[in-house]
């Protein structure tokens, strides 16, 4: 029994990144297998879409299979289950509880999912090629977070780890424990370091959606205000779908490393909200206000990354800008807006299923 060259898995495959990576991975050809976490509520929107196109590769020159499977990042047994069932080459781990401000008050899940459900799918991994003496490659998302009150500017793979929150601290946790596995094991495991990565996809309650989702909710009345926290912290903000090709690049070396992927530039929440709003004829400081419940307990005022060491090693640089990212995710959300408001006028509940 061996693994097939072009047969992936991907956890978190429902979400911002699964989505794009799924989708990359399908025009590459492969055989995409996909982890989703059972519940009584369907999560697919975000890879509803791969679906047609797969049949329309089929009818014009063939391509990749999507396939999908229910594990749970908890589940020890099911996540080895299905590593021997899939027998995959290359697995993508994107699954965690990923939002940071949430971590605060969910710190033990988060803890559970992002740190333990890591350990517990390198395990898999590790009886999975023991047993079949072929290597899977593995891939980590680690997180900027990690750094929190960072020691230096910009951060580099070599910057000293200070996180700020939960999150930051279970991703540190996953992202050292899968150091570990390479070096004890030889694992062929590799982290991206990812900085901060929107698109339309993006969740709603992530900063940078949120403020373009009330931005266009805004243009259209159907919204009046919008509810922000720190707007001085500055980040370091790429687009999704490039971050999710260095993912795949880091999987293709032939030897496995640890890589910070960003654009090299910081921008802060203030200046999104001025270039989303302006995106519209708005001015942001006639409907943004402060919350303190958006605060954290600890802030991270400022992350930059360097990419230098990806730039060099594979070629990896963004290709949409901040400006470009922006402008896409206004036009999308003011489309979502619009598709909104004819609801409305129609007598529907936007927020219920319409069929």
């Known amino acids: 029994m061996t693994f097939a060259s072009t047969r992936a898995l991907i956890t978190g495959v429902t979400g911002q990144d699964g989505s794009y990576l799924a989708e990359l991975l399908l025009k590459k050809g492969y055989e995409v297998h996909g982890m989703v976490r059972r519940s009584s509520t369907f999560s697919t929107q975000r890879i509803e879409h791969l679906y047609r196109d797969i049949h329309d590769r089929e009818d014009r020159d063939g391509g990749g299979q999507l396939i999908l499977h229910y594990g749970d990042m908890a589940d020890g047994n099911g996540l080895a289950r299905l590593i021997r069932e899939i027998r995959p080459r290359e697995v993508y781990n994107l699954a965690a509880q990923s939002h940071v401000r949430v971590s605060f008050d969910q710190p033990t899940y988060t803890a559970d999912v992002t740190a333990l459900g ?28 990690m750094y929190g009150k960072a020691a230096e500017m910009p951060q580099s793979e070599t910057t000293p780890f200070y996180p700020r929150s939960p999150y930051g601290v279970a991703k540190l946790y996953a992202h050292w424990i899968t150091i570990n596995y390479r070096e004890s094991y030889g694992l062929h495991g590799s982290c991206g370091i990812l900085f901060n990565h929107e698109s339309p996809r993006r969740g709603e309650t992530f900063v940078t959606r949120k ?19 720190n707007l001085d912290a500055q980040r370091d903000w790429g687009f999704a779908g490039d971050y999710v090709e260095a993912m795949w690049l ?25 270039k989303t709003f302006s ?32 730039r060099r090693a594979f070629g ?20 979502l807006a619009h ?12 927020s219920m299923p319409h069929r």
């Not at 590790?126 to 593995?138: E, L």
């Open 118 to 145: 890591t350990l517990r799918l390198l395990e898999a991994i590790r009886d999975c090629q023991d047993a079949q003496g072929d290597q899977i490659r593995f891939y980590q998302a680690s997180s900027s977070e």
């Open 211 to 229: 403020i373009t989702r009330a931005a266009a909710r805004i243009k259209l009345g159907l919204q009046k205000r919008l509810y922000l926290g």
């Open 250 to 274: 880091m999987l293709q070396q032939d030897q496995p490393d640890d890589y910070v992927i960003a654009t090299d530039e910081t921008h802060s929440v203030r200046e999104f909200c001025e």
């Open 279 to 310: 995106r519209l004829d708005l001015d942001y400081s006639d409907f943004v206000e402060i919350d303190p419940r958006y605060f954290r307990p600890t802030e991270v005022d400022l992350l930059l990354g360097t990419a230098q060491k990806a």
């Open 316 to 335: 990896w640089k963004p290709r949409v800008s901040f400006d470009e990212l922006v402008q896409l995710m206004v036009d999308s959300d003011l489309g």
């Open 339 to 350: 598709k909104e408001q004819v609801l409305l006028a129609a007598g529907h509940d936007p």
